[in-house]
């Protein structure tokens, strides 16, 4: 059925998010799809140093775990990316992704010239996300930086999962709805076409 890759971008192993992960990836295998999973804490990857050697090829020059990460992020048909919000944004992990990945955006629009907003979604994504406090804007700056980060990798962000309110370890199996929601996500998403 789908490839998908699956990023942890919590830097806890067994975090609120990293759970619901869990749950969507589990979903997803149940449905019969492979499933790569990628966590980022324990990947050794820079942040963008800002050297544009990749306006040559679209290439990211720096050399560290980046370079697998990417092309299994390519090569997959469905993205799960989970992070949980630090000061209103992604965790610094799942921050340092996505910056590395300006070379895919400067291939995209410098090199191949692809007009903004007039690109084919050649995937589909999932965003799974958990917030410690209740604010009523706790998710709408990651929603933007997610979007335009599934924008450079061609995907569509077809669903995100948002929760608030936990922040300790184990908080979220408090909430075995969500749990299931993140499961049947991760199961619709492996079953998409």
Not at 28 to 41: C, H, K, S, T, W
Not at 61 to 89: E, G, H, M, N, W
Not at 162 to 173: I, Q, T
Request: charge should be positive; include cysteine.
């Amino acid at each position: 059925m789908a490839q998908i890759v699956a990023i942890y971008g919590s830097p806890r192993r067994r975090g609120n998010t990293a759970t619901l992960l869990k749950h969507a990836v589990q979903g997803a295998v149940d449905a019969g799809a492979q499933v790569d999973e990628i966590i980022l804490r324990d990947l050794k990857i820079s942040p963008c140093l800002e050297i544009y050697a990749c306006k040559k090829e679209g290439r990211c020059a720096i050399k560290d775990d980046f370079q697998q990460v990417v092309d299994q992020i390519l090569s997959a048909k469905r993205l799960i990316l989970a992070s949980p919000i630090f000061f209103y944004t992604v965790s610094a992990h799942t921050k340092i992704l996505m910056d590395r990945c300006q070379s895919l955006w400067v291939k995209k629009y410098w090199i191949d010239k692809v007009p903004f907003g007039q690109w084919e979604p050649k995937r589909k994504g999932l965003f799974i996300s958990v917030g410690a406090t209740k604010g009523k804007k706790l998710f709408d700056g990651t929603l933007l930086t997610v979007k335009y980060f599934f924008d450079v990798l061609d995907a569509e962000l077809y669903r995100s999962l948002l929760y608030r309110g936990m922040d300790f370890e184990g908080d979220v199996l408090k909430y075995p709805e969500y749990l299931e929601e993140a499961y049947e996500a991760g199961k619709a998403l492996a079953k998409m076409k």
